[in-house]
């Protein structure tokens, strides 16, 4: 376990807050007591940072917590896949929502949460995500939500025309995931 989460676990950060820590150093520290010198080691941090933990480590009531990331709903039956995307997008500064079935993400579609985005996998276990592409295209909110098809198949075409906005090929366009998303998003 790195010294930031051990850290972040005597003060009782979550873990997201934890990865915000990102220079965090242990310093012997001496001092003099009746009994001799004793030394400690401490964990210093900068003012920033500490500034940073107080705020995020206040309670706050519920009408005052805003995300200030844009979200992303991100339809992905893979665990594997799920788990490594959605860290991928979390490192790129964007909140994801995953939904692991079609049957899910259209209850969260349904919903009133904004998203900046959404990302489906074609291949889902009880629809396909051309399907899940029309019925966000069928709702009124939804109409002009950017959405990216990210499917195994080549489905470009068919994707195009449910209403998708982008398509890219597992696993050969995954690097290209990031940039495509933050061109949606800011087009």
């Not at 915000?20 to 242990?26: F, K, S, V, W, Y």
């Not at 049957?103 to 998203?115: D, H, I, M, P, W």
Request: some cysteine; overall charge neutral; glycine content about 6%.
């Amino acid at each position: 376990m790195c010294l930031r989460n051990l850290f972040a676990e005597s003060v009782g950060l979550p873990d997201s807050t934890a990865m915000l820590i990102t220079r965090l150093r242990l310093r012997v520290s001496y001092a003099y007591d009746r009994r001799g010198f004793s030394f400690t080691e401490r964990a210093h941090l900068s003012r920033t940072h500490l500034m940073l933990i107080n705020e995020l480590s206040c309670p706050r009531p519920a009408w005052r917590t805003i995300v200030v990331q844009p979200a992303i709903l991100y339809v992905e039956n893979n665990l594997m896949l799920a788990q490594l995307v959605g860290d991928l997008l979390d490192l790129g500064g964007w909140h994801v929502w995953r939904a692991p079935d079609g049957t899910t993400a259209q209850t969260f579609l349904r919903g009133e949460q904004r998203y900046a985005l959404l990302l489906v996998d074609n291949e889902l276990r009880d629809t396909t995500g051309l399907e899940v592409v029309k019925f966000a295209r069928s709702l009124p909110h939804r109409e002009s939500l950017p959405i990216m098809l990210f499917s195994i198949e080549d489905c470009e075409r068919e994707a195009k025309e449910a209403g998708a906005n982008e398509f890219l090929r597992k696993p050969h366009d995954l690097f290209l995931l990031v940039e495509t998303i933050r061109r949606l998003i800011k087009g």
